[in-house]
C-alpha cells in the first residue's frame, strides 16, 4: 500500500453562499505533478473550488487535504499554495521586483536567497529589465508573467490558476497556452487551472474536471472527456455534438429513435432510455445508394450547408432527428439543400450515454 | 473686469473683496482710541504676531488640530472601512446616517454636546449613579478635542469611504495568498492604496480645526484661548483689527499650503494607480469667517 499521496483531495465539499448553493458535495484527488483543468460555464462553482483550495473561501462542509495535510479551515497564508488571480492583481503600488519578491518577504528569507530567487523567477518568465517598472506601465502578457513569477517564486506545492488567460487576445493567449505547459513541465508543480473554454481545457490539461451548477460531472483525460462523455451535459458542452434519444436492445446495440438499430457499447439495463452522441466530424455523408461500408447509417435530406473554408457542416433530416455533420477537407460543394443521402459512421463513433 | 458668469461674480464679492480688505487691514495702523487707520502702512502687526503670548496661542490651535486630526483617523479609518465593505444596499443606508447630522446646524449640535457632557446632562448622571461622583469634563480640553472630533468627523469619514469603496479586495486576497496575515494585508497593501484619502481627510480636518472657535468657545468656556477665539477676541473687543487680519492672512497661508501639499501628494500613483476627480468643499461645518476664506 504504497500509494502516492494526492495533490490536492478533495472529499465531500460543499459550500453555501446564504441559500444558494455553489459547490455541492465534490469529491475530486488531483495527482502530485498534474496539470488539471476544472472546466464548466461561468456560476457553475469551479472559482470556489479553485477560491477553497487556495483558502480564500471556506468550505460549509466536507474535507480539503493538500499532500495528505488538512488545511479546509486555514487562512490562505498558511497553506503551500498560490494563486495567479483572473485579472492578476498585482500591486499597483508596487514595482515588478516588490511585487515578485513579496511572498519571500512575507516568508522572512533573507538576502542572498531572496535575491537569488527573484531573479530565477525574473529569468523563467522572460522579464529581465522590467524589474523597476510599475504594472500599469506593463502589456497584459507581461503583467500575466509577473502573476507568474509571483506565485512560483514561493515554489508552492500546488499552483493556482484562475481563468489565467481569460484577459488576453487569443493570438497571445495561444502562445501563453505552450508557454504554461512548457512551464509547468520545467517547475513539475502540480497546475489546478479553472477555465470556461473548453478548447483551452482540452488544449493544455493531463485530466479535465467538468462541473456544471456545482457538481463535479465527470473527470477523466481530455480524450475520455471529448469521447466518453458520461453525461448529455458533458456531451453537449465539450464541443460539438449530435444528441439522438435511443432505447438500449442488448448489451451491444441500441435502437435510435427512429427505429435504426446500431452497434454501441453500453453497460445499462435492456430497455433503459438512453441518448447516444455522435460528433459532428465523425460522421460522413455520401449520396443515397452509394455503397455504404461504415458500421451504422441513416437516411436523410440535406437541410442546410455552412461552408466554413477548412470544412462544410451539414444539417441533415433523418426522419425526426436533425444530424449535423462535418467533414473536414473536402474539396467543392458536392450536396446541394435538399439532395438526398446517407449519413454513417464507424461503430467506435457512438457514445452512448446512460442517463 | 470681465465677469464671465455670476459664480465669478460670487466669488469676487464673497471672497476676493473680502480677503483683499484683511490683507489691506493687516498693514493698517491699530489708533490710541481703537480704531483703524488706513494712513501710514506698516508691519507692525505681523510682527506683534511673534509675540509668545500669541506664539503659545498658535501653538496649542496647531496641537488641538493635529489631534483632532490624527483622533479623526483613528475612528473614521475603521468606521469608513466596516461602510465600504457591507453590501451595497447597506452602504447607502449607513452613508446617510453619517449624513444627517451634517444637515442640522452646527451650533446645535454643538450644543447638543454641551448638554450631554455637562454636569446636569447623562454622561455625569451615568457616573453619578455609578458612584464615581459628578462628571467634570465640560470646560476642559478633552470636552473640546471630544466636540471637535464630532463635529469634523464626517470630513474625515467620506473622502476615507470614497478611497477604501474604490479598492479592489482582490489585491488583499493576493496579499494573503502570498502568505501575510490578515493585519500585514493591512498594512502593506489597503493601507498605501487609501492614502490619498487619509490625507484628503486630514487635510479637510485640520484645516477648520486649526481656526475653529465655536467648538472652544463653547465646550471650552473661553478658558482655553485658540486662535480662531483670539481673532475673533481682536475684531470684537480688543478692537485691533489690524492684528486680527495679520493673523487671519497667516492662517490663510498655512492653511492654502497644506492644501497644495495634498494636492501634490494626491496626483501620484495612489488610489491603485487610477486617476481620480475628487471635488473638496471643506469648510462648511462652521459659519465662521476665517475657514471659509481658506476654503
Known amino acids: 500500500m504504497t500509494e502516492p499521496v494526492a495533490a490536492v483531495e478533495i472529499e465531500g465539499v460543499t459550500k453555501r453562499f446564504d441559500d444558494v448553493v455553489a459547490v455541492d458535495n465534490v469529491d475530486l484527488a488531483i495527482d502530485d505533478g498534474e496539470f488539471f483543468a476544472l472546466l464548466g460555464p461561468s456560476g457553475c462553482g469551479k472559482t470556489t473550488t479553485l477560491r477553497m483550495i487556495a483558502g480564500l473561501d471556506l468550505p460549509t462542509q466536507g474535507s480539503l487535504r493538500i499532500f495528505g495535510e488538512e488545511v479546509g479551515m486555514a487562512p490562505p497564508d498558511r497553506r503551500p499554495v498560490n494563486t495567479v488571480f483572473q485579472a492578476y492583481a498585482l500591486f499597483p503600488h508596487m514595482t515588478v521586483r516588490q511585487n515578485i519578491e513579496f511572498g519571500l518577504r512575507m516568508r522572512r528569507v533573507k538576502d542572498p536567497e531572496l535575491s537569488q530567487r527573484v531573479a530565477e523567477a525574473i529569468g523563467m518568465v522572460r522579464l529581465a529589465g522590467m524589474e523597476e517598472r510599475r504594472p500599469d506601465q506593463l502589456s497584459g502578457g507581461q503583467q500575466q508573467r509577473v502573476a507568474l513569477a509571483r506565485a512560483l517564486v514561493n515554489q508552492p506545492k500546488v499552483l493556482l490558476l484562475d481563468e489565467p488567460l481569460g484577459a488576453l487576445d487569443l493570438k497571445l493567449r495561444q502562445e501563453m497556452q505552450q508557454e504554461l505547459k512548457a512551464l509547468q513541465r520545467e517547475v513539475g508543480i502540480t497546475f489546478v487551472f479553472v477555465t470556461h473554454d473548453q478548447e483551452e481545457a482540452l488544449a493544455m490539461s493531463e485530466r479535465i474536471g467538468v462541473m456544471s451548477e456545482g457538481r463535479l460531472l465527470q473527470v477523466g483525460s481530455p480524450r475520455e472527456i471529448y469521447e466518453r462523455p458520461s453525461s448529455r451535459f458533458v456531451a453537449d458542452f465539450i464541443g460539438r455534438t449530435n444528441l439522438i434519444e435511443a432505447t438500449v436492445e442488448s448489451s451491444g446495440t441500441v435502437r435510435l429513435a427512429n427505429g435504426v438499430v446500431i452497434e454501441a457499447e453500453t453497460s445499462a439495463p435492456a430497455g433503459s432510455d438512453v441518448a447516444v452522441s455522435l460528433r459532428p466530424e465523425r460522421i460522413r455523408v455520401q449520396s443515397r445508394g452509394a455503397g455504404v461500408s461504415a458500421g451504422a447509417s441513416l437516411d436523410g435530406e440535406v437541410g442546410d450547408v455552412t461552408y466554413l473554408g477548412h470544412a462544410v457542416v451539414y444539417a441533415v433530416t433523418a426522419g425526426p432527428t436533425l444530424v449535423e455533420v462535418r467533414n473536414e477537407g473536402e474539396v467543392g460543394e458536392p450536396f446541394a439543400v435538399g439532395d438526398e443521402v446517407t449519413v454513417s459512421w464507424d461503430h467506435g463513433a457512438a457514445a452512448v450515454i446512460a442517463e | ?295
Open chain 2, 1 to 295: 473686469m470681465f465677469l464671465a458668469s455670476p459664480g465669478a461674480l460670487y466669488l469676487l464679492i464673497f471672497f476676493v473683496i473680502p480677503l483683499g480688505l484683511i490683507t489691506v487691514y493687516s498693514f493698517a495702523t491699530r489708533t490710541s482710541t481703537g480704531r483703524t487707520s488706513l494712513s501710514g502702512w506698516n508691519v507692525e502687526s505681523y510682527e506683534a504676531i511673534g509675540d509668545e503670548i500669541i506664539l503659545g496661542i498658535i501653538g496649542r490651535s496647531a496641537w488641538l488640530a493635529t489631534l483632532t486630526t490624527v483622533l479623526c483617523v483613528a475612528v473614521g479609518y475603521p468606521f469608513a472601512y466596516y461602510i465600504a465593505t457591507r453590501p451595497r444596499h447597506v452602504r447607502a443606508v449607513l452613508l446617510v446616517l453619517v449624513m444627517i447630522p451634517f444637515w442640522t446646524n452646527a451650533l446645535v449640535r454643538v450644543f447638543a454636546i454641551r448638554f450631554l457632557l455637562g454636569s446636569n446632562g447623562p454622561a455625569s448622571a451615568l457616573s453619578e449613579s455609578l458612584g464615581l461622583g459628578t462628571f467634570r469634563i465640560l470646560f476642559t480640553p478633552t470636552a473640546v478635542t471630544i466636540g471637535m472630533v464630532y463635529s469634523f468627523l464626517t470630513f474625515m469619514v467620506l473622502p476615507l469611504y470614497v478611497a477604501l469603496e474604490r479598492m479592489d479586495w482582490s489585491l488583499t486576497e493576493a496579499a494573503r495568498d502570498l502568505y501575510a496575515s490578515g493585519a500585514k494585508a493591512f498594512w502593506k497593501v489597503t493601507l498605501p492604496l487609501t492614502r490619498s484619502g487619509i490625507v484628503a481627510g486630514c487635510v479637510l480636518v485640520f484645516v477648520p480645526s486649526f481656526g475653529s472657535y465655536v467648538v472652544p468657545d463653547i465646550l471650552g468656556g473661553a478658558k482655553t484661548l485658540l486662535i480662531g477665539s483670539y481673532i475673533a477676541r481682536q475684531f470684537r473687543d480688543a478692537r485691533n483689527w489690524p492684528l486680527g487680519a495679520a493673523l487671519s492672512v497667516l492662517l490663510i497661508v498655512a492653511m492654502l499650503v497644506a492644501v497644495a501639499l495634498n494636492q501634490r501628494s494626491g496626483s501620484g500613483a495612489e488610489d491603485g494607480g487610477r486617476p481620480r476627480g475628487r471635488k473638496r468643499r471643506p469648510g462648511q461645518g462652521e459659519a465662521e469667517p476665517v475657514t471659509a476664506v481658506a476654503s
